[in-house]
């Protein structure tokens, strides 16, 4: 059997008029005054590769000339840069076809105006596709945009979707051809960029707002970012003719699937919804969760952020911060109350002791003076007498070893002032007398000796 007969007929008969009509475009431009234009656009092509490289090296030191760009303008210039080429061609080809249209016949600059004309168009593709976040989508969805572009400026559209369309599998009464799958993810890439500008418009706006609570901010904005996006996929997918009712028992298996295997991740994603609803912690809150003490940086799907003071990063998921203890340290307010233990000499007056001990916490900028320090004795030591000083500090966020630390400094130099000693752990050692029996003992070792 000839290989040509167990070809898909539709495969076939498409394949044969996109090559039909290929043949057909390609004839008509083995005219001579159409080959001088296809010379044109070469050599306008070839300017434009030669002064791509002159613009670029000007726009990248004008760049790092700048400082403080916002992250936008910077994003723009990488986007700009990337397409130079593209953009150059396209303003000499405008440029070309307006001159040569003012002194010659329209025919002779047909093919440059159709050159300019796809310039222009992926451009605009270009450009439309980095809205898409995702770059993998963002790749397919400029690509598939700039044939479909491409082949309708050059009159291939008929032919190019009657191809893609042939190109199918079918699944009982159900039929995917590649002109479906193409168009179903142009359309969702595109309803998924405007999902993506609705979200950032509407993240700003909520964050703006004085009278949501940190933690419903962050709810607020994953419900929006939830039903925009998935509302984009389900009116794409709709939108190109995909039958999702077929899909509930498959989902519905899958979803069953993924309930036995994936009980952690679902337990964590409940539990930040849960976290989120009861406010019982929220982003800037100072938290202590066993060794881990540091401030919220934000609230993710399926864990916390939380930022020490020297720089680390902890992932902890949010099931541990609801089944587990966790020390919120400004969870209804930012005052926090620090303990210091020091001891003094006996020979020290008690009272004096305390009121140098307030007096100097007193000293240190970041105690709080509307909220006034206490020292009280708790007990009587082996070499010292004990105290506890207490005072509230309002900014557990700029740490506590660091005001602690400040606070003993202030003790130490106050008692130096007033000559109050801070003891520490002595031992005496007395030698006694050796008594009649002993001494027998040493002298009869001495002559045994000699």
Known sequence: MDPIDQINPEILNATQGLLAQAETFIRSLLVPWRLYQLAGILALLGAAWLLRGVVSRRLTAWARAQEGLPKWQLRMIVILDRNLTLMLFTLFSWITFWVMRQVTWPSRSQLIEVAASIGLALLTVSFAGRLIGNRFISRIVTLGAGIWVVALILGFDAGVLSFLDSLAVTFGNFRLSALTVIKALIVTGLLVAGARLMT???TTRIKKNPDISPSMQVLAIKAVQLFLFGGAIFIGLKAVGFDLTGLAVLSGAIGVGLGFGLQKVVSNLVSGII???DKSIKPGDVISLGETF???ERLG??????????GKEYLIPNEDLITGQVVNWSHSNDFVRLDLFFGTAYDDDPHLVRKLA?????RVTRVLNDRPSVCHIIGFGDSSVDYILRFWIKDPTDGLTNIKGNVYLALWDIFKENNISIPFPQREVKLLAPGPQEMGKTAAFDQGQG
């Open 200 to 202: 950032r418009a509407a």
């Open 275 to 277: 976290i989120l609803l």
């Open 294 to 296: 540091g401030w919220i």
């Open 301 to 310: 799907a399926r864990y916390v952020s939380v930022v020490t003071r020297d």
């Open 358 to 362: 307030v007096e100097a916490a007193g």
